[in-house]
Structure formats: C-alpha cells, structure tokens
C-alpha cells in the first residue's frame, strides 16, 4: 500500500502481461477463505466429539471454580461437600435399591401357574414369617387379585397387570379403590422398580386383604360388566 499526495492507494497486484490489477478487501478476503477451507489446512484439526469434549470440560471447569470461590473454605470446602452428596446418593442406593427403568404394564401380576387366593395368603405368611417382605407383599397382592376373581368380583384373564386389576376391582368396590391403587403401586416398586418392601408394607396389603373380604361390591359393576 502507498501514499500519494496524502492519498491511501489500494495495492496493485500485477497479473500476466504485467499489467496491474486492483483488487478490493471483499473478493481479496474470500479467496483467502476458500483458500483455508481446503482439507490440507484442517488435517490436525479435532474431531466433532473431541471439540464437544473440550466445551464440556471446560464448562465443567468454570463450573467448580465458581463453586469453589462460593463455597465455605474455599476448594477444601467444595470436596467436602461433594463427599457428602457422595455419600448421600450412596445411602438412597443402598436403602432403594437400584434403580429400574422396567415399565410395569409389561409385567403381569402372576408369573406361575394359576393357585388359589389361600394358597397365595399361605405363600405370603411364610414370607412374612421369615422377613422377606418383598416376596410377602408380592404374594398378598396376588392373593387379593385371586380372591377378587374367585368373589367374580374380577373375570380371570392372563396377562393381567396389577394396574390393570386395582382400577378394574376400583369400579367394583368404589370405597376401596384408593387402597387398591396404592398396593398395586407399592407391587410394582418392589417387583419391576427394585425398591425392597417392609413390615408396614406387608401390613397395610394384608389388611386391605381382609377388608376386601368383607366388602360388598358395588351393585351397577360387578367382573366388569353391568348388572341388571
């Protein structure tokens, strides 16, 4: 570039023939582009997750070293903290269970050949008897389903969810159908959740079991259909 007379000459790039050619900054800057678009200049370049994997770390960075400048104590207070989250997540693991991602409308309530609503009770006593309130529940929540069935109070079909049996045996005996709903919930934590049941648990099956045994069913449903 020059200066002539005060006057800012753009340059001039002489082609063949030796006459000069002037080229403006738009046209100059996108052969420039095109020129550092070709593959030979990106060979080293990282790759779509290695960039990705940078932006993370480097958010993950910022992230701590705000925390740590908010957190009591500076850094050592940060790491005391996070042991405790730790620790925390480490007891609801251990006390929960893990975690199950399993929907339970694909798990039907009976898993073995059909037996009566005693048998099941029995089955369930047994459980209870020796601790295992997971399998105790299980077993009760079938024994209330088969009763149901028994009492034609619910039409027997394979496959049924105990979803599916609580909101059917619901529209039969109206005044139960909160309880019912919350023990089929409380079947399908502990069966296709992982959660582990307890003694109140099992308490709470068993006595709806017996209320069930004295309820009378609604007279407009009874198995699902309607009655004259």
Not at 94 to 121: C, E, K, N, V, Y
Request: proline letters at 6%.
């Amino acid at each position: 570039m020059s200066v002539l007379g005060g006057t800012t000459t753009r340059p001039l790039i002489r082609a063949s023939g030796d006459l000069p050619v002037d080229t403006s900054r738009v046209p100059a800057r996108e052969a420039a582009e095109r020129e550092l678009s070709k593959p030979m200049y990106h060979e080293n370049d990282p790759n779509l997750l290695e960039r990705a994997l940078d932006r993370i770390a480097e958010w993950i960075g910022k992230l701590f070293e705000g925390a740590s400048g908010a957190a009591p104590g500076g850094p050592l207070g940060l790491v005391v903290v996070a042991l405790i989250v730790v620790a925390l997540c480490a007891a609801l693991w251990w006390r929960l269970g893990t975690p199950r991602r399993l929907s339970a409308a694909t798990g039907t309530l009976f898993d073995d050949g059909p037996r009566s609503a005693a048998q099941h009770r029995t089955t369930a006593e047994t459980h209870a008897a020796a601790h295992r309130w997971t399998e105790a529940v299980q077993e009760r929540m079938r024994a209330i389903v088969r009763s149901l069935e028994e009492r034609a109070l619910l039409d027997p079909r394979p496959g049924r969810t105990a979803d599916e049996a609580a909101s059917e045996a619901g529209r039969a005996l109206p005044g139960h159908a909160d309880r019912l709903r919350t023990a089929a919930r409380e079947f399908d934590d502990v069966t296709y959740g992982g959660r582990t049941a307890d003694e109140r648990t099992y308490l709470r099956l068993r006595e709806l079991d017996t209320d069930l045994e004295r309820a009378k069913p609604h007279l407009s449903t009874v198995a699902g259909g309607t009655t004259e």
